[in-house]
């Protein structure tokens, strides 16, 4: 995990982008924010990128490749999986088997997203606190 490198936010609503855009610049963290509207433009990405993400936050329903389709390709990329690059869903869609979905591929968190910016930044400051701190495997150099 590369606790300098970017944060990866697939979110196909231009509102919720500008949203988390004020949030991250509220809470002032240095990282780089990468904005994807769907699920195949992040895959490229995180296939062409030279630096390893610090986490991907991403949405569920979206054009092309959706939430779960993504999680299941990067799940099984071995390239990608050995960068242990956090996946978060943060969505408004939630129900007990959507939870159940995304917990049993491997994803570190569900996350509804909260009707207030007041409540999102919370939330996101609690997501980065918790990752920064975290240990990961390839944390040992």
């Known amino acids: 995990m590369n606790r300098n490198g970017d944060i990866v936010i697939i979110e196909d609503d231009k509102d919720d982008q ?10 002032d963290y240095p990282n780089k924010r990468v904005y ?8 490229d990405y995180l296939h062409l990128s030279t630096t390893v993400p610090f986490l991907v936050l ?7 490749l ?10 099984t990329d071995a390239d990608i999986n050995l960068k242990c690059i956090p996946y978060l869903f ?13 917990y049993s591929m ?12 007041l409540e999102l930044t919370a939330t996101i400051r609690i997501i980065i606190e918790y990752w920064k701190r975290c240990a990961s495997p390839n944390n040992f150099d």
């Open 90 to 102: 943060f969505s408004t869609a939630l129900s007990q088997e959507m939870v159940i979905d995304a």
């Open 58 to 64: 991403s949405d569920i329903n979206m054009p092309l």
């Open 106 to 117: 491997s994803v570190q968190g569900f996350f509804v997203k909260p009707s207030s910016v």
């Open 18 to 27: 500008f949203l988390f855009e004020e949030v991250f610049k509220e809470l």
């Open 36 to 43: 994807f509207n769907d699920g195949e433009a992040a895959l």
């Open 66 to 75: 959706n939430g779960f389709e993504l999680r299941e390709k990067l799940k």
